[in-house]
């Protein structure tokens, strides 16, 4: 292999990166981990835009219905933790990639 890889698709990949090369090139591959991993998830559909909560960790979308144009529909989402995101996917912690992301030799 010669350079920095296009694609990271395993953990291994990630640790080749760190150890094979400086940390200002694999720094914001680790840091996409994290700041990928929370993200506005849908938890809903209301009946109205008033029984949804609007905080900084919540807020209602406004959509239109697919089947029928005229209606609206409102959903809930949150701003939280993907359980679903690549850094969980590849088998990484956030502590790991946080610890990682703090050795600056």
Do not use: S
């Not at 981990?33 to 809903?44: E, F, K, S």
Request: glycine residues 4%.
């Amino acid at each position: 292999m010669e350079g920095y890889p296009k694609y990271l698709n395993t953990k291994n990949d990630y640790y080749y990166v760190k150890n094979h090369f400086i940390y200002e090139q694999y720094k914001n591959d680790f840091q996409k981990l994290l700041d990928n991993r929370i993200l506005w998830l849908n938890t809903g559909l209301l009946e109205n835009e008033i029984d949804g909560i609007t905080d900084e960790t919540h807020k209602v979308i406004t959509m239109d219905n697919m089947t029928n144009p005229e209606e609206i529909q409102y959903y809930q989402y949150e701003y939280k933790e993907d359980i679903n995101c690549r850094l969980f996917k590849l088998g990484f912690t956030v502590a790991e990639v946080e610890e990682i992301l703090q050795e600056v030799i």
